[in-house]
């Protein structure tokens, strides 16, 4: 009978959208320097929304920390001040539990409409509005104009930026420069990570006036199991008036070619988002300038930024009773 209800588990399982339940481990580590006075460390902090459950279920340090919220995007983030004097290393150790699911938007909807030119909300306007890395000047302009000539819907553009995203960059993390998502530097080189494909996407679609929302997190290997995630994964979507946000990965599409489709209106269920948004004002406010995105730990000492933060990431997955259990 027991081994009958979990068959019956897993077959209703695949009749909705895919999805995937995991614990993820956050470890952000810093040698102190000899003679510091004041440490303040920033992590981000992932939260819930409509396509993931994210739940605490522990933080290990060694002083008191608090959850904040910074004003311009609502991204979270894991706060802790002391005094540096009497320690030699800071460990912080955060861990969730996540259910992620898959975001596909459907193509004979978001496709099918009529350009309204419509008014855009307060919140649609905010993503119209340039990026330190991703300016929207006459340059950029050009470039997008020249890429969605004759296109004359909101969808029917954002399919020529991305086609041409794609298309057009490489993904190469060799030398440097890449990863910082500054779009001069992806338009000039046409290579980069996932950072400096969705600086293309995001910088040339604000630029014919279509909403664009950058959001950052970690990717999860897609074999089921458990291990280390070596860094992080962004994405986008854009705004389609009269319809709504529609999701899409373009360095994702460049390097599994056989799911370019799937990405224009899709996120799968690999992944969790930590923030949103570039040039980010952390709360408390740092001392030092903007972050250009927010994914790793920041911290500052004496008031001035600290390199060499350690960071680790791992994930482990959770089989369908456990996450019922949840």
């Not at 009749?15 to 004041?38: N, W």
């Not at 861990?95 to 596909?104: D, L, N």
């Not at 962004?234 to 008036?241: G, L, M, S, T």
Request: aromatic residues 14%; glycine residues 8%.
């Amino acid at each position: 009978m027991k081994k009958a209800f979990v068959l019956c588990l897993l077959a209703a399982s695949l009749l909705v959208a895919k999805e995937r339940t995991f614990e993820f481990t956050y470890v952000a580590e810093l040698e102190i320097p000899e003679g510091s006075s004041k440490l303040s460390m920033w992590l981000p902090y992932p939260t819930s929304d409509d396509f993931q459950d994210v739940r605490l279920l522990s933080i290990d340090s060694p002083v008191p920390t608090r959850v904040y919220q910074e004003y311009t995007y609502r991204n979270s983030m894991l706060f802790l001040t002391t005094s540096a004097t009497e320690l030699e290393t800071l460990r912080v150790e955060m861990q969730f539990r996540v259910t992620r699911r898959e975001h596909v938007e459907s193509k004979s909807e978001f496709t099918e409409l009529e350009d309204p030119d419509g008014l855009f909300g307060f919140a649609e306007r905010r993503w119209l509005e340039p990026d330190r890395l991703v300016p929207i000047d006459d340059y950029i302009r050009e470039l997008a104009e020249e890429v969605t000539k004759g296109k004359t819907t909101v969808v029917e553009k954002a399919r020529a930026i991305y086609d041409y995203t794609v298309d057009s960059l490489e993904y190469d993390q060799s030398g440097t420069g890449w990863g910082r998502g500054d779009i001069y530097y992806a338009c000039d080189t046409k290579r980069g990570n996932c950072t400096d494909f969705h600086a293309v996407f995001i910088g040339f679609a604000r630029a014919v006036n279509i909403p664009a929302k950058f959001a950052i997190g970690f990717p999860i290997p897609r074999d089921r199991g458990e291990g280390e995630v070596a860094g992080y994964h962004c994405w986008a979507e854009f705004f389609v008036p009269g319809y709504g946000w529609v999701p899409v990965d373009t360095s994702e599409a460049n390097r599994n070619p056989d799911e370019r489709e799937y990405f224009f209106g899709a996120h799968d269920e690999n992944r969790v988002a930590f923030t949103v948004g570039r040039d980010i004002m952390l709360n408390p406010k740092q001392a030092g300038g903007p972050l250009n995105f927010f994914i790793y730990p920041y911290a500052e000492i004496d008031g001035k930024p600290v390199s060499g933060i350690k960071r680790q990431f791992f994930y482990t997955d959770l089989g369908l009773l456990a996450a019922l259990a949840k």
